[in-house]
């Protein structure tokens, strides 16, 4: 075997993750919000996408990392992703300060979970008929995940990952003062003032919903309840 055959079966064997912070949530939740007030606590995420009228203070996204999350659930562990997996791992692990990453299709964050030998979670959700007027709004007909499937998801995820709360965008926005008890669950300090009420894009929507949506919509707000005490 020669040394790049064996240097690259050394690269597609996944590096564990030592202490990963993850905000995971459809896209429009809140997701942003979330990620702003761990960056008012001293966490930096991975992004390069740059601020605009729909978020004003950034996505804090990593185009990268977002594309792998497809991958991850269409194909899972394959070499080609598990390179892409290390390539983010390595960055979440580097030892100035801790970095966070944001995931909007949230059945990838198991495969982060399987190599973490520490992780936390929040986990944000949004009235459905809100969650899907601000995407309208935003020109994207759908999502790759519907918002049934992936909030699905994101109660499996929460209940597999013991330091996880869940929040919702409502009392992200409004800035409740459990909030910031919910984020200390997780050793996170905030600073509560710097989310600003102007930054709500979308609110009492009319959108029809399936009783399917209803339904969970109603279990979030439970999980939520439990995270707030």
Known sequence: MTAEKMKFKKEVNPIVLQNGIFVAGHPRSGTSLACQLLESAGVHFL?????????KEGYFELSTAKELE??????AMTEENVAELNKIIRELNQPKGLTGLKIVHIPSIFFYRH???K??????FRN?????SSILRRGISEFKL???DNNNALVAAHENIPKSIVISYDSLIEGKQSVAKAFKKLGFNLKMDTIKKGYQTQKNSQLILTADEEKLYHLLKKLEKKSLK
């Not at 497809?70 to 194909?75: D, M, Q, V």
């Open 119 to 124: 992780i936390r979670a929040v986990f944000i």
């Open 146 to 148: 519907s918002w049934f």
């Open 70 to 75: 497809k991958k991850l659930i269409e194909k």
């Open 47 to 55: 992004s390069d996408l740059a601020a605009d009228e729909y978020n």
């Open 115 to 117: 190599i973490a030998k």
């Open 128 to 132: 459905p008929s809100d969650t899907k």
